[in-house]
């Protein structure tokens, strides 16, 4: 009797494996930042200096040292647990905190005032921010294809629009991923009237190529989502004016601010997330409520 042979599987397309790779290196990051070191799980005592508080946002800014097997020292914000604890802080103090990252958050737990002074000299504030009620500033860069696009192009359609880098220690893969949920989730009747855009803030590491594989890795849907980079100076100049912080310091780490703007059809901004506590079904929301207007 004639042996029977299996016919060979069908092996995956390179590009499938790489994005599985991608993957796979995420959810590890995720597990190990999680994980801790030391003391509570996922919870890390840290020192730094204030820059800015606001209590509107739930939100304190930190030039913060270096969090060893973590985060290296830079200047970013921060959720804040306890509301109370933003009246007991202020600009220029030196705090002791402990800081909690669960996966999807970082948030203050509390904080101790050890002094005044101390900062690397960065200022950074949430008020410096593009406001709201104001045109969006403008900008011609590249996308991930390697092609050119200005925000005039997007004119008539709502825009998201973050500033994240590809090799970002902290929240910028967790906002993209958060952003990529709100985009799975839009009706289907208004994915055309909606577009997000992802503005790099290392445009010196992130070419079109790094960022396309940044967004495919997260399940961005690249139709109707522009990952942005260019020259250095003009990335500065973009970033700049949406002041949400520097493209490089030098001593090579990138401080900014975790800021998420809502743009109309007509390129005006109408809201700022600050942080990482809106949620998808608040995007898919806003969203919708905008694009259906």
Not at 30 to 46: F, I, M, S, W
Not at 97 to 106: A, I, K
Not at 127 to 140: L, Q
Not at 260 to 287: C, Q, S, W
Request: aromatic letters at 6%; one cysteine or more.
């Amino acid at each position: 009797m004639a042996s029977m042979r299996r016919a060979p599987l069908p092996r995956p397309a390179p590009g499938v494996l790489l994005r599985a790779a991608r993957a796979v290196r995420w959810v590890g990051l995720v597990v190990l930042l999680a994980c801790g070191a030391g003391g509570d799980e996922g919870v890390y005592t840290v020192r730094g200096v204030v820059e800015d508080v606001q209590p509107d946002y739930r939100q304190v800014v930190v030039d913060h040292e270096e969090i060893p097997g973590f985060m290296p020292a830079m200047t970013m914000n921060f959720d804040v647990a306890d509301p109370a604890l933003l009246e007991r802080l202020e600009p220029g103090q030196q705090i002791e905190f402990r800081l909690e990252f669960d996966g999807r958050h970082f948030r203050i737990l509390d904080a101790e005032v050890t002094g005044r002074g101390g900062s690397r000299g960065t200022r950074l504030g949430i008020a410096g921010a593009a406001p709201s009620d104001e045109p969006a500033p403008a900008f011609a860069l590249t996308d991930q294809a390697g092609a050119p696009l200005a925000l005039e192009d997007l004119r008539g359609r709502v825009l998201l629009l973050d500033f994240v880098y590809t090799q970002c220690p902290g929240p910028c893969p967790i906002l993209t991923g958060l952003h990529a949920q709100a985009q799975r989730e839009l009706p289907e009747a208004l994915r055309d009237k909606v577009h997000f855009v992802s503005i790099s803030l290392d445009p010196e590491r992130d070419t079109p190529e790094a960022l396309r594989g940044y967004a495919e890795a997260r399940g961005a849907d690249l139709s109707r989502w522009s990952f942005l980079t260019g020259a250095t100076e003009t990335v500065r100049e973009v970033v700049a004016r949406y002041g949400v912080g520097s493209v490089r310091t030098p001593s090579g780490e990138i401080d900014h601010l975790v800021v998420t703007f809502l743009v109309d059809a007509d390129g005006t901004i109408v809201k700022r997330y600050v942080g990482l506590e809106h949620t998808p079904d608040e995007l898919v929301r806003d969203l919708v409520a905008l694009a259906s207007s």
